[in-house]
Every structure is written in C-alpha cells, then in structure tokens.
C-alpha cells in the first residue's frame, strides 16, 4: 500500500537547499553521515541531572515521545545504540481514532508518537530524552514542528510511571533555567494512557524513502546529528519495524 501524500505544504523554498543536499548524497553512501540541511539543526543539551542508574542487568523499558512528524523521529532513535525497537504510532486519544487520516484532523487528541523499546543496561531514559531534546525536534515549537502545524505534532513525553514523569519535568525545568534555548520549552508531559503502533507504511519510513524531498529536508540531517553529537552510541544500521516483523 503506497503511503498517502504528507501534510500538504509548498516544497518550493526548499527545492535549492535539497538540491544541495541530494547533490552530495550522489557522492557518499547513504549510510554515511550527511551534511545537515537548514530545515534541522541539532543542539547537545546538558545531561539530565537526574535520572535512573543504568541497571545492572539486561532488560527491556520503553519510553514514548512525540515530536512531529513520526519518520525523522522513528528514524533517529532507530540509530541509537541500547534501542532494540523505534515503532511509529499515535498516543494521547482514544482506540477508535489512532488512524492516520483521522488523527490529521487535529480533533483526535493524539500526537504522532514514538515507542522506543530499549534496554537500560545500555542507556538509560535520561539520555533517551537527552538526544529528543538535542536532535529529534525542536521543544519551542507549540502545536508544530517545521512545515507540519496541528495539535498532532505537538511536543510530548508520554510517561510509563512516576519515575519518567519526574525525570521528564526535572529535565525540562533544568533546561528552561539554563536559558538552553531561546524561548521556553512546550514539551507536554502526561502519562500514557496506551500507544497504538501506526499503519505498516509509516514503519521505517526515512529509511525506505531517502530520495523523499520531506526525508531529505526534515529528517536525514536529524540523523546525521545523531552520529555528530553522539558518537559513541552511533549505530549505523537502524533497527527495523519491518525486519523484526518478518524474523
């Protein structure tokens, strides 16, 4: 099933800057970092100054967060080291309206979102939120991110229990006091009433669609600031929805 055409928005003050960018894909491997593009620039924010010790054994936490448009962000954690999962959906309405088309009134309550499943012997839920906060969005934004405008793609932390709830709202006072950004951050923290995995199409979206002017534009430089700014917890194959589906 071929994914419906995105938010509909005018690509043509785009068309020099993805030019360029497309430009240099021809000469590197898509795999490979790439120069960011103006649509995103990643920031490194502090480190959390409270969060949860890494464990002492292997397991499996998840955390959701919502930062427009689900592809870039499916697509940066998807590349971080200690994800074993990064599912495209809908949290914050009901069941019966977790569907793309409906969601894109703005009506539903939901936000794009995405669960990442990792294991916290490998990272913990602060640096999770430490690279949302430095890569994945931009927390200024209300009811937004980019081109995409609506409740939608608001900012949001939808926290699993009283521990993320604490860590997620520290973490923003931290920032907002430290003046890290130029205006106050927006990010909605609220616990999670359920997540709803998005439709198959959406899955691994940045990954099947680089030559997509959206992907290009808006989501390759988010993961190439993956790779710049966290290094060491760089992987350079991404963790697949539709491969784990299929093994």
Known sequence: MNAPAKKPFSLQPFVAPALAVLAVVALVPLSGILPPAAAEEGMLVPLPARDAPLAAAPGMEKAVVAGGC????????????????????????????AQYRVVGTGATGHAEAVEITYDPSQISYGKILQIFF?????????????????????????????????????????????GVYSAPIVTEVAPLDAFYAAEDYHQDYATLHPDSGYIIYNDLPKIANVKALFPELWREAPV????????
Do not use: C
């Open 240 to 247: 697949l929805v539709n491969v784990a589906a299929k093994s």
């Open 70 to 97: 689900f592809w870039g962000v499916q697509g940066v954690f998807q590349h971080v080291k200690g994800v074993t999962m990064a599912v495209s959906g809908y949290s914050g309405g009901a069941a019966d309206t």
């Open 134 to 178: 430095s890569v994945a969005h931009d927390p200024t934004q209300k009811d937004r991110q980019g081109p995409d405008v609506g409740t939608q793609y608001r900012s949001a932390i939808f926290t699993a229990n009283a521990e993320q709830a604490e860590i997620a709202r520290d973490y923003i006072a931290q920032l907002d006091k430290a």
